[in-house]
């Protein structure tokens, strides 16, 4: 916690943008935030909310780092800060953006903060497995603020994409992205239970849905609470839609099509369930991992084990 009388202290005594950064560096060391909504440093995170606070864009000039605050703005810095280390609320739940793809998306609690590795397959066009420059159609399942499907429609031109959610409220934070890039029209929101949000068939199915397990949510840090559980947890082994999922997936997809599901630390779970199924698993340059892949064919031989394990 900060104190009150460390806050006025600050309020009072910070003269530049440096000297309030190092103080919300040390106050978030001290506090023990966690770092895992986009940052895995203290400046990173000091930074967007001083960047939030001043308005200015991400590649602002670093000299700007000496110049003098306001009162008001040494204010309503200092209390951005105190939420962060007091509330434990995560920096872009603080300052309504997350970045994914190299694009800025607005985000609140009714939506889990973008940090996917899917990202780094959406910049390859999922080639060779997909063809990005094709006509298609691509399934964003579980989209929460839409990145996955708006990162889709920047990098797949002729693709018609669908957002598929249960939630109504994370549907009206995609709609608002939807809307920021332009992409009305391109990107169509859908509410409904898994696959029964959709009609007909897809090229492919991408899903970061709900996968953390019942032991992990119970000690997951405060920051990951203040994130819509119904975005999180998925039963006992974190794999009760991915189960779902894997029965139904067949039914909407194109001869050629493939899946691409995420279940993070919930993995090893997943292939022990089905040790029979040749999952494939991604491996990602800028880190991540607990992605797989299976084509239509894939998910057509195994429909009746997967139909029996739900």
């Known amino acids: 916690m900060i ?4 806050q006025k202290q600050a309020i009072d005594q910070l003269v530049t943008c440096r000297d309030a950064m190092r103080w919300a560096m040390s106050a978030m ?7 895992g909504h986009g940052t895995d440093n203290y400046w990173d ?54 970045w994914f793809c190299g694009m800025p998306f607005f ?5 889990l903060i ?24 691509v399934l964003d399942l579980c989209t929460g603020s839409g990145c996955i499907a708006i990162a889709c429609a920047m990098a797949m031109p002729q693709a018609r994409v669908e957002a598929a959610d249960i939630s109504a409220d994370a549907l009206a934070v995609c709609e608002q992205n939807i809307q920021r890039h332009g992409l009305a029209g391109r990107v169509v929101p859908r509410q409904g239970d898994g696959l029964e949000a959709v009609q007909g068939r897809f090229d492919l199915i991408v899903s970061n ?7 992990d949510m119970a000690s997951v840090p405060e920051e990951y609470r203040r994130e819509p559980e119904l975005a999180l947890a998925s ?39 089905y040790p029979e199924v040749p999952f494939f698993w991604f491996e990602f340059s800028r880190g991540g991992d607990g992605v797989f892949m ?10 009746d084990l997967f139909r029996e394990r739900v």
Not at 209 to 215: I, M, W
Not at 242 to 271: F, H, K, P, Q
């Open 107 to 111: 985000v609140d609690e009714r939506v």
């Open 209 to 215: 849905p709900p996968y953390v397990d019942a032991a």
């Open 3 to 6: 104190p009150e009388s460390e």
């Open 294 to 303: 299976l084509s239509a064919a894939q998910l057509q031989e195994y429909r």
């Open 114 to 137: 973008p940090r996917s590795p899917i990202g780094e397959l959406i910049e390859q066009g999922f080639a060779p497995w997909f063809d990005p420059d094709a006509e298609s159609r």
């Open 235 to 273: 039963g006992a082994d974190g794999l009760d839609f991915t189960r779902r999922l894997l029965a139904g997936a067949a039914d909407y997809l194109s001869d050629d099509g493939i899946l691409v599901v995420e279940v993070g630390n919930s993995a090893e779970a997943l292939a022990q369930c």
């Open 45 to 98: 995170e000091a930074l967007a909310l001083m960047l939030h606070v001043l308005a200015l864009p991400w590649d602002s000039d670093p000299a700007l780092l000496d110049s003098r605050l306001l009162a008001s703005e040494r204010e309503r810095f200092v209390a951005l800060v105190c939420r962060r280390v007091n509330e434990r609320q995560p920096t872009p739940y603080l300052t309504g953006e997350a």
């Open 29 to 35: 060391a001290r506090g023990k935030v966690f770092l």
